[in-house]
């Protein structure tokens, strides 16, 4: 596979594919992908605009990440966000640039650091009662 030297829509969205197919194969995280969405094509898009929108500041995207987690909170662990890491940079090292590759690698480090704030952070019981 020849490697994707610039950061573009077409670029992101063939990453998302191929990143995503792997995501549904995969036994840890493809059971839970799976039963969370309907509509592959449409979520792939979304998923591609929020790339954009990150990478290349586009704007596509309109969603809440955070909010889009939430409703699955029950079945997602800090540790299946590693894993989704660790195929993500598998995918964007295998499909891009090394450059690029990099760009891409640190955006999904902060945004799944950003998440696991979010969803699984609380103040352990003594420090809350102070705040």
């Known amino acids: 596979m020849d490697r994707l030297m610039t950061i573009d829509d077409a670029a992101l969205g063939r990453l ?10 995969d036994d840890e995280l493809g059971p839970i992908f799976n039963q969370a969405i309907d509509d592959w094509p449409e979520h792939l898009e979304t998923l591609t605009a929020f790339w954009s929108s ?10 809440n ?5 939430r409703r699955h909170h029950d079945r997602i662990t800090p540790e299946l966000f590693d894993r989704w890491l660790a195929i993500w940079r598998q995918t964007t090292a295998e499909m891009m640039a090394p450059d690029a590759a990099a760009a891409l690698q640190d955006k999904a480090n902060r945004i799944a650091e950003s998440l696991k704030l979010a969803l699984f952070f609380r103040l352990p019981p003594a420090r809350a009662e102070a705040a």
């Open 65 to 69: 990440p955070v909010a889009a987690h």
């Open 16 to 25: 998302v594919d191929q990143f995503y197919a792997r995501i549904r194969a």
């Open 54 to 63: 990150v990478v290349l500041t586009s704007g596509r995207y309109k969603g």
